[in-house]
């Protein structure tokens, strides 16, 4: 079985688009790691297109704020503004879509979980060993899925018990780099931002999870142009635009 590993697609159309054209006829199934508004100018046609095409999926604290169930003032200015924004373009189907996703971890066909942040608090950054090391703890599957930090790579512990660090830095020249799951390893992975990468490298991410045994992380690059013009004509801070540039 083959998934597709996508998250946080902050409600970035182009680069979903991108990351379907580019993984077509590759995968079974889709899965979500939650975050799929905030930030980017179509909310609507990127949750669409998740509850037409994704049946597993586990909330971002973007979906929570952007359909009411939490306060925006947990957000810093910029993160703010766009929230207002995204709750004011959103359907009323779509928010009480969002409303209703699940907290993480999921537990995916009895192989493998996903979550947003960590197992502890769906809302915890791990970008560093010594917090992940606080997520093994809690892992309960050789292999789970996390977002929510927008980098691709992640962590595994072996049989030491000690975290290290799994930088899958996707070359700029090529689309694909591969892992080989082992046995005797934990593995705690990010598939990377769809819609906002902030790993240096703007094209938009994803992975896709082979279940003999390997994990594919993927990049490919998108019509950028396209959503900056529409973040401008919504009036999102100029920031965001920024930021698709720069990757960061």
């Given at each position: 079985?083959?998934?597709?590993?996508?998250?946080?697609?902050?409600?970035?159309?182009?680069?979903?688009?991108?990351?379907?054209?580019?993984t077509?006829?590759?995968?079974?199934?889709?899965?979500?790691?939650?975050?799929?508004?905030?930030?980017?100018?179509?909310?609507?046609?990127?949750?669409?297109?998740?509850?037409?095409?994704?049946?597993?999926?586990?909330?971002?604290?973007?979906?929570?704020?952007?359909?009411?169930?939490?306060?925006?003032?947990?957000?810093?200015?910029?993160?703010?503004?766009?929230?207002?924004?995204?709750?004011?373009?959103?359907?009323?189907?779509?928010?009480?879509?969002?409303?209703?996703?699940?907290?993480?971890?999921?537990?995916?066909?009895?192989?493998?979980?996903?979550?947003?942040?960590?197992?502890?608090?769906?809302?915890?950054?791990?970008?560093?060993?010594?917090?992940?090391?606080?997520?093994f703890?809690?892992?309960?599957?050789?292999?789970?899925?996390?977002?929510?930090?927008?980098?691709?790579?992640?962590?595994?512990?072996?049989?030491?018990?000690?975290?290290?660090?799994?930088?899958?830095?996707?070359?700029?020249?090529?689309?694909?780099?591969?892992?080989?799951?082992?046995?005797?390893?934990?593995?705690?992975?990010?598939?990377?931002?769809v819609?906002?990468?902030?790993?240096?490298?703007?094209?938009?991410?994803?992975?896709?999870?082979?279940?003999?045994?390997?994990?594919?992380?993927?990049?490919?690059?998108y019509?950028?142009?396209?959503?900056?013009?529409?973040?401008?004509?919504?009036?999102?801070?100029d920031?965001?635009?920024?930021?698709?540039?720069?990757g960061?």
């Open positions: 079985m083959r998934y597709l590993i996508i998250s946080d697609l902050h409600a970035n159309i182009e680069a979903l688009q991108a990351v379907l054209a580019a077509e006829g590759d995968y079974t199934e889709v899965i979500c790691c939650g975050d799929l508004v905030g930030y980017g100018p179509d909310p609507d046609p990127v949750t669409d297109w998740v509850r037409a095409n994704v049946k597993l999926v586990v909330r971002g604290n973007h979906d929570r704020v952007c359909s009411g169930v939490d306060s925006a003032e947990q957000f810093n200015e910029t993160a703010r503004q766009a929230a207002y924004w995204t709750r004011a373009h959103l359907s009323g189907e779509n928010i009480a879509y969002l409303r209703n996703l699940a907290p993480g971890p999921l537990e995916i066909a009895e192989q493998f979980a996903i979550l947003h942040g960590s197992p502890r608090d769906e809302d915890e950054y791990v970008t560093t060993t010594w917090e992940a090391e606080e997520s703890r809690f892992l309960d599957h050789p292999v789970t899925f996390f977002g929510h930090t927008h980098l691709q790579g992640g962590f595994l512990r072996g049989s030491q018990g000690l975290a290290e660090a799994l930088p899958m830095h996707v070359p700029k020249a090529k689309s694909r780099r591969v892992w080989q799951i082992r046995s005797d390893q934990t593995y705690y992975l990010n598939p990377g931002s819609g906002q990468p902030r790993d240096a490298d703007n094209r938009a991410a994803f992975a896709i999870y082979d279940t003999t045994g390997f994990v594919e992380f993927g990049r490919t690059s019509d950028m142009l396209a959503t900056i013009a529409k973040m401008r004509k919504a009036r999102l801070p920031f965001l635009s920024r930021r698709l540039t720069l960061r």
